[in-house]
């Protein structure tokens, strides 16, 4: 890499729109622009053969993937030969593995689904670089905890992605402290940070501002200082006890109840450097924002926030993701106000969501459905459309599934079997398949979980 950078060679990141892709890909074009390098930065909702082909087309040197490109190794190679590298935290092959243009979690002992996503991967690849790229290590905390990575004893970090958050902290870039997790705690006023919380899924309380205000104003909770409105994190340890509270009651007699108090309280992660009550400062607040950048068609703003813009592109980014939750909003009400829309077995959900979810709202929609009371102990899989020809896929393991499943091998194996592309996590995957392939791709899924 230093010969390149030196040589200045035409250098290409490509990452994914999706908050663990801007971070990570910002964070690997910043160290090396920060080296003098001629590089450039690009990002792609998805990656296949067509889009690698249109790649080659550029005429850059040298090409860097991160968070994606794991399932298509073998593409890339006959495309670009020896001139590229992948930096990225999905699963793949043994064989891709050990390849040297491959720089994967699970090829350093890690779990990529739980310990590393491509965010700290990058970080350590930047520091690598130089040391002095501890001011990156934030990103690669955003980049986990967007990845839902903090499952880790009272929804900590662990593994690669602690190294890094320890990093970051050392640094005096972090700090992390045990408190309640809910959506929006150092920017919305705290009704509306509980009614936005839906990981945990409050029943009663998420999604009904009205009644959380009911409930906090019965229970004597100063809602505002000097008419102002008052966040979640301004409230004191007594306050934040009583809110505790408050929602244990509402909640406390409904399906999964235990569960969801149970992460109400986790590690949080506050960027110090950022200013107090905007959506920077709380590493989940981050990295929805830059969910809302990536999917709402506006990845360039997230990744402008990651190099450090905080005047226009901020703006932006804060009106994004007010787009972002109403059409969220809009999306689960369309698909939950039509049962015929949601088939479920013993194990399995299949939502179908063509023409109600937006594919680029589908990953988010079913992520938000495995944290909710019906749900929390199924597999399910979002099926919508992507264009004329083609379908997109989502899928995610629920909160309280209580079996074992490794779903970026059943999406790899069932998106080729029927001439689609495929793989993730396990706990959450993907694929993309021809739209008349719906079927026999549910057959096949299915068929899985009925072994």
Known sequence: MAKLVKERRRLLVVTHIDADGLASGSTVFASLARRGANVALRTVPDLDQKAIARLQLQGY???????????????????????FLVIDHHQLSEDDMARDSVI????????????????????????????????????????????????????????????????????????????LVFSGRET????????????????????????????????GIELKDEGAWRTVSSLSEAERAK????????????????????TLVGEVYTLTYEDSFTPLRDA??????????????????????????????????MQTLSHYRAGLGKALDALTGDPARLHQTSHLVVARCEGVVDER???????????????????????SSSGDAEIKVSSRVGDAFAGEVNLGLVMREAGEAVGGVGGGHTMAAGARIPVESAEAFLETVSARFRE
């Open 243 to 262: 809110l505790t509270e408050v929602v244990a009651s509402v909640v406390s007699s409904t399906e999964g109840a235990t569960d969801a108090l149970a």
């Open 188 to 219: 919305r006023p705290i009704h509306e940070a509980v009614a936005l919380t839906s990981s945990p899924y409050l029943k009663g309380l998420t999604g009904d501002r009205d009644a959380v205000l009911t409930a906090l104003h019965g229970a």
């Open 104 to 179: 994967n979690a699970w090829a350093f002992g890690y779990d990529g689904g739980k310990e590393a996503c491509s965010s700290s991967m990058a970080y350590f690849f930047a520091s690598s670089l130089d040391p002095s790229n501890v001011d990156l290590s934030p990103l690669a905390v955003v980049g986990a905890v967007a990845d839902r990575q903090d499952g880790g004893p009272g929804r900590s970090l662990t593994g690669l992605n602690r190294a890094a958050m320890d990093e970051a902290r050392e640094a005096g870039l972090i700090t992390a402290t045990k408190d």
């Open 284 to 317: 989940r607040e981050f990295a929805t924002l830059l969910n809302a950048c990536g999917r709402m068609e506006a990845p360039g703003v997230g990744v402008s926030i990651c190099l450090g813009d905080r005047s226009e592109a901020l703006k932006e980014a």
């Open 361 to 383: 709202l589908l990953g988010p929609v079913i992520s938000i459905l495995t944290s909710s009371p019906g749900y929390r102990d199924k597999i399910v899989v979002g099926l």
């Open 61 to 83: 040197e040298f090409y860097i993937f991160t968070d994606l490109a794991s399932t298509l190794i073998t593409e890339l190679a006959s495309a670009f030969g020896d001139r």
